[in-house]
């Protein structure tokens, strides 16, 4: 075998792989095209556009530099592939006041404003695909989201009802300032000492905006939802 | 000494030994600088580690917090060890089986700092909070342009080298260690040119990059350690390899299968939907070439059991063959998409798989090339049996450890992770006990690298035995007595011309 049949068998093997699976996958994805809705199944005009408010882009940032990906997933998987649809809260609200059921799995539109998905390589904590909707309607219910999750950030087991977190501490997302005047409204919920008070700092702002827009459960166009018709619609 | 006067065999020892000469300072930078690297890499794995049963570890230093040393230690494993271990590995082996002397010192020892300043830059900007998020692809956007001009400064004589080889045999080896210099830059290329410089859809990206993993598990580590076993096996045995036609068989379904392997990953995210299928299909489907290469290379080196009992090379290449042989089985066990993959997708058997890859494989035929390749190099023997036993027990049964606990762990993490009817903190708190287990079964991999470095680090110095009887790991001939070393121990490393110097 010489050298020149051993490289072009090598390119071969390699090359139909990797444009099968790499390249025209990655230059299909990137046109993806919108989802144009139709009056008669989505009752709405124009196109699917999940929104989303808040500081995506350097939120993001913020989660992929301090490493949230490693512990936590942004993917609510299809029934085929996992059970995640089921698990409380997950996929959406099981039964919102105004919506009813808004659970269900991700899709390619779930993204927009973020350059790489933040799927995650482990889950030693929860999917976070709705965290923002679990914390404004469950975890902080009738309270500020925002300061929720600041203290959870702060020291996650200082929730009493989080004491089997495994979820590091984020001290260093906060400043410690002293008290002059007035306490700030910003400061957490956390003894910082005497005549000291503890702010979020701009990452932890940008972080929790992020967490925050975290709200996958809108409703999906009628050719994007593969959930089964529901049986109360049935009768 | 004219040619004239002497035999074959002393012009193929002096040939041998000024290629070994040649290469004695970048093959002792790469590896020096390489175990120092594994040394911080798993230090920062323990860190990690601790963390994920003890929270509350180190809390305050944001440096360390878990986000950031675990990527840190997966980069430095990679980059810092892994790479640099195999540019030794190729840069030693193409030149000796192309029978070149290597011509470019100067030049693979100035690329060699550049690399180790890429990953050194790399992991404190991942650890200082710069990193980008993507998992084996955390180096700061700085790191990839440096890594890759550096890498292509240091292997391209090896590929100079094998043009102009004198005609003959190409040897199993030198198929495997050119598709592996091919196939990295065109792996890492393609991965780090499309999500730094050319963004597109945010889940592909995220497919992109589990693509990336497997393919450097698969087609660079996996690659560059068959290349070395099937050089130290039939090279220390002194008998054939088993079977040509296996090998074969092995080098093309690797090629043919891997390329295909990794989104499963994705399963379930919003990408086309064969994506995932297809690479799950084509991991489990590795077991072909693993197989054939674990089996072919197993049968060689027990050809000769006396040989494999005493040789460190051999000892450590069978362990990491035998790795192979439970990566290939993992391999299939943990990817089949109607029961397993959705447990193990995201559940600590994947970080077993990585390190199981990477060292339970990878890194243990890196040792025994290593053990084989230093003494040459240096001209000195290692200097301490017991120190390579000890290298030997704390990796080989820290890696089972840390890898079959993360495997199985991982299962029954993700069974857990299934369970949807129990609570949440009821899955991710069965990971506690595997991962305090696998913090203590780090712990001993690093307590035996460091003694690993430093061993290294005195045959660098040349402070290596002046000996013509190499260290074995049983002691050699009784009627020498007591002394490990024999009744030769002091007697200088005689120099080329004599057929004892291999």
């Given amino acids: 075998m010489s050298l020149r049949t051993f490289i072009l068998g090598l390119s071969a093997s390699f090359g139909i792989a990797w444009l099968t699976v790499v390249v025209v996958p990655y230059f299909k994805m990137r046109n993806l095209a919108p989802i144009a809705l139709s009056e008669a199944k989505d009752g709405a005009k124009g196109f699917f556009y999940p929104k989303r408010t808040g500081r995506i882009a350097d939120g993001a940032l913020v989660y992929a530099e301090n490493g949230c990906y490693q512990c936590h997933t942004q993917v609510v998987r299809p029934t085929y592939a996992g059970n995640d649809l089921y698990r409380p809260n997950w996929g959406g609200l099981k039964s919102d006041a105004d919506r009813g059921d808004t659970r269900r799995e991700t899709n390619a539109y779930d993204f927009f404003g973020e350059k790489f998905a933040q799927i995650g390589v482990m889950r030693f904590g929860p999917d976070l695909s709705n965290l923002g909707r679990r914390v404004e309607t469950e975890y902080a219910a009738g309270g500020d989201p925002a300061a929720w999750l600041y203290e959870r950030l702060y020291n996650p087991r200082n929730n009493p009802k989080l004491w089997r977190s495994n979820c590091p501490p984020h001290p260093f997302l906060f400043e410690k300032r002293e008290i002059k005047g007035s306490p700030s409204a910003d400061a957490i919920k956390v003894d910082a000492g005497e005549n000291h008070e503890l702010i979020p700092n701009s990452d932890a702002r940008a972080l929790v905006s992020y967490l925050l827009s975290l709200k996958k459960d809108q409703k999906a166009p009628a050719a994007l939802n593969f959930a089964p018709a529901k049986k109360d619609a049935e009768n | ?502």
């Fill in chain 2, 1 to 502: 000494m004219s040619s004239d006067s002497t035999t074959t065999t002393d012009q193929d020892a002096l040939l041998r030994a000024s290629i070994d000469r040649s290469l004695r300072h970048p093959v002792m930078f790469f590896l020096t600088s390489g175990a120092a690297w594994l040394a911080v890499s798993i230090l920062l794995g323990v860190i990690a580690s601790a963390k994920v049963h003890n929270p509350g570890f180190l809390a305050d230093c944001a440096w360390l917090t878990y986000g950031r040393a675990f990527p840190a230690h997966m980069n430095a494993l990679v980059y810092g060890w892994g790479m640099q271990a195999a540019f030794a590995v190729i840069i030693w082996l193409m030149a000796r089986l192309s029978r070149k002397e290597c011509n470019a010192v100067g030049t693979i020892l100035a690329a060699g700092h550049v690399w180790n300043l890429g990953v050194g830059l790399g992991v404190v900007g991942i650890l200082a909070g710069y990193g980008t998020g993507m998992p084996w692809m955390e180096f700061p956007a700085f790191a990839w342009p440096v890594l890759l001009v550096s890498y292509c400064a240091i292997l391209i004589w090896s590929f100079i080298q094998f043009r102009v080889r004198p005609e003959g045999h190409v040897f199993i080896s030198q198929w495997y260690i050119l598709a592996a210099m091919i196939w990295f830059p065109w792996v890492f290329i393609t991965a780090n040119t499309l999500l730094h410089c050319m963004p597109g859809h945010p889940v592909m990206a995220a497919g992109i990059n589990a693509w990336f993993k497997s393919a450097m598990i698969f087609l660079f580590f996996t690659p560059v350690a068959l290349g070395a076993a099937y050089y130290l096996a039939p090279k220390v045995t002194g008998r054939p390899v088993f079977s040509y036609s296996l090998a074969k068989l092995g080098f093309w379904s690797l090629a043919i299968i891997a390329p295909w392997a990794g989104m499963q990953k994705l399963a379930g995210a919003p990408i086309p939907f064969f994506l995932p299928y297809l690479g799950a299909a084509a991991t489990a489907l590795l077991f072909i070439p693993a197989c054939a290469a674990g089996f072919n290379l197993i049968r060689t080196m027990l050809s000769c059991p006396k040989t494999l009992a005493e040789s460190p090379s051999l000892r450590f290449t069978m362990a990491g063959i035998i790795g192979l042989a439970v990566l290939a089985v993992a391999a299939v066990l943990l990817n089949l998409p109607g029961s397993t993959l959705k447990m193990t997708q995201f559940s600590l058997s994947g970080y077993g798989f990585d390190v199981l890859a990477i060292y339970g494989f990878f890194t243990l035929v890196m040792f025994g090339a290593t053990y084989f390749i230093v003494p040459r190099v240096t001209r000195r023997e290692w200097l301490s049996r017991r120190l390579i036993k000890m290298h030997f027990l704390f990796s080989a049964y820290g890696v089972v450890f840390v890898a079959l606990i993360a495997l199985f762990g991982g299962l029954l993490q993700g069974a857990g992770q299934e369970d949807w009817q129990q609570p949440w903190e009821d899955a991710a708190s069965r990971a506690i006990p595997y991962a305090v287990a696998s913090t203590f079964s780090w712990s001993l991999i690093l307590f035996s690298n460091v003694f690993f470095f430093l061993h290294l680090a005195l045959m660098w110095m040349r402070l290596g035995r002046r000996s013509l009887h190499p260290t074995l790991l049983v002691s050699s001939h009784d009627a020498h007595g007591s002394s490990p070393h024999g009744e030769e121990g002091d007697i200088d490393n005689a120099g080329p011309g004599h057929a004892a110097a291999h």
